[in-house]
């Protein structure tokens, strides 16, 4: 099955810089790669997608990349302001019936001002 | 539009109690149902997903079993609590087959005593 390696798992930068999060994935099937944030006993809420037929995808300030060749994806957060603070998880999953998003493990990031 | 509710919202249960967790969805058909589960400070465990009434595919053996009486519930459950099930548990669907994005519930926060 599908296996989901996500890097680093704590990341604190200063308020403006920016913010790289990174992960690798196993099955050369998946071709559905979701980002979600996760406040403080909240739900993840989904920021950004990607799907295997582009390179990368860019919404204001956050941006994914996706290199299938290697089989990994990064999340790229630009301008980082207090309330990017959060936990970051990665996913990936094919997108055929009987399938379901994997996870890895987040990435805590801290923005401090 | 689509709305998901997970009940209740916070749980304390003694080791050995039974658990009945549900999950419904409104404003769609036939969606794909999924069980995550979150230790604390930890990632996205899957446990279980369907893709239709009575259909349950599970993904990690333990005391836990899932159940989909109807289109848009979702029923998590347990005849004995460990005191390793405490958690936060989280209901997810997603739009059938030909969709991609996943969306999550409000979460049940599990504690077993």
Redesign the interface.
């Known amino acids: 099955g599908e296996n989901v390696e996500q890097h680093p798992s704590t990341l604190s930068v200063q308020e403006g810089d920016s913010a790289v999060i990174k992960c690798t994935y196993s099955d050369s099937a998946s071709n559905y790669f979701p980002w979600y944030k996760q406040e403080l006993g909240k739900r993840p809420q989904l920021i950004i997608d990607i799907r295997s037929n582009v390179g990368e995808k860019k919404d204001q300030r956050i941006a994914v990349t996706l290199n299938k060749t290697a089989k990994h994806f990064s999340l790229h957060i630009t301008e980082t302001q207090p309330e990017d603070s959060a936990v970051y998880f990665c996913a990936a999953r094919r997108n055929q019936a009987g399938t379901a998003l994997i996870f890895g493990k987040g990435t805590t990031l801290s923005v401090s001002s | 539009s689509q709305t998901i509710h997970q009940w209740p919202a916070t749980l304390v249960q003694p080791v050995g109690s039974p658990l009945s967790l549900e999950c419904t969805v409104e404003g769609t058909s036939n969606p794909?149902l999924?069980w995550?589960r979150q230790a604390a400070g930890?990632?996205?465990q899957?446990l279980f997903?369907s893709?239709g009434i009575g259909q349950i595919?599970s993904?990690v053996p333990q005391n836990l079993s899932a159940s989909r009486p109807q289109d848009r519930q979702f029923i998590l459950s347990s005849k004995k609590l460990l005191l390793s099930d405490s958690g936060f548990y989280?209901c997810?669907w997603k739009q059938g087959?030909n969709t991609?994005?996943?969306?999550?519930?409000?979460?049940t926060r599990l504690t077993v005593t």
């Open positions: 794909n999924y995550y930890r990632g996205l899957l997903y893709v595919s993904e989280l997810a087959y991609y994005e996943q969306y999550f519930g409000p979460g």
